[in-house]
């Protein structure tokens, strides 16, 4: 990989800027200053430097959000909402995008990558990986919805997978889902006429917000990253 590439994908600047900084001699490789901003570079084995700081080169990224309310879950400005992309600026060099979608008016989890491929794996159905919802909704839950979300329910003339229904208070609600279809969670609701007040995503897989505030995030540890690879190594039983 050419040295200015790495720079710019390890987040240190745009090309123009890591040309200048190439050039003002504050780049190191092997110990040795660099003033060859195209000189090839391996970037698992060469020692980068800017300055004193060793860079990491991280071929895919990790970011946990706590969506707030109010943006659009894409890399583009919808209408008057602003994409969750603004919301991790300084990871815009390595081209994040949310793995699946939340609702403008939603919040909770919200897992950002630049894994095409794992992205695609973690929200397909057949890997059963569980998201839940907390749910509000405008009047008084009834038990028998747990059968019926059980059983799975008929949206654009197709059944959902079954759906895990916990009553919590006559108004809220936890719903498991192993699938996403588009605002799922809303038309399951609508189907026994109840409208759903608030959503909030408590969980994606075995992440939840931990701590992380309304519109902050961090990065996930290794650990968390080689856990969500093993989830969608095997498949199911059901769907072998």
Known sequence: MRLDRFLVSSGLGSRKEVKKIIKDKKIFVNEQICLDSSLNIDEYKDKIKHL???IVYHKFYYLLLNKPEG?????KKEGKYLPVTELVKEYEF????PVGRLDVD????????????????????KYHVD???????????KDELIKEFEKGIIIDNELTLPAKLEIISPYKALVTLHEG????????FLKFSYKVISLNRIQFAFLTLNGIKKGEYRMLANEEILKLEELTQHKTLDNN
């Open 52 to 54: 004193n700081d060793e």
């Open 71 to 75: 943006y659009v879950s894409s890399t």
């Open 94 to 97: 390595a081209n994040v995008f």
């Open 106 to 125: 939603s919040t909770g989890v919200l897992l950002m990558t630049n894994n095409g491929t794992l992205a695609h794996q973690l929200l397909s159905p």
């Open 131 to 141: 998201k839940i919802y907390e749910v509000e909704v405008d009047f008084p839950l």
């Open 181 to 188: 279809k588009f605002h799922q969670v809303k038309r399951m």
